[in-house]
């Protein structure tokens, strides 16, 4: 079944239609974002916030006096990389 001259420009018609509508939600959208005026406060937003104190007595406690630290991290003892990184392994 063949599509008419005449149907190819109703579609058309609708289309144009949709597009313009489109257009235009968009512009009045960002006309009523960008223009629209703007409340400025009065004074600005000041906010004091309290001194952060921290406390170092936590680290004398005897159960962190048990860890051990680590002297060096041994290095990688393993054949490094391969010739095509992105080849599958399987």
């Not at 597009?19 to 960008?34: D, H, M, N």
């Amino acid at each position: 079944m063949a599509v008419t001259f005449q149907e190819q420009i109703r579609k058309q018609r609708k289309l144009i239609f949709v597009f313009v509508s489109l257009v235009l939600f968009t512009a009045i959208i960002v006309w009523w974002g960008r223009f629209r005026p703007q409340e400025v406060p009065e004074k600005p937003i000041t906010k004091r916030f309290a001194k952060i104190k921290i406390d170092f007595e936590i680290l004398d406690h005897p159960l962190l006096a048990e860890f051990k630290l680590i002297d060096k991290i041994p290095e990688f003892g393993g054949e490094k990389g391969r010739e095509n990184p992105f080849t599958p392994t399987f």
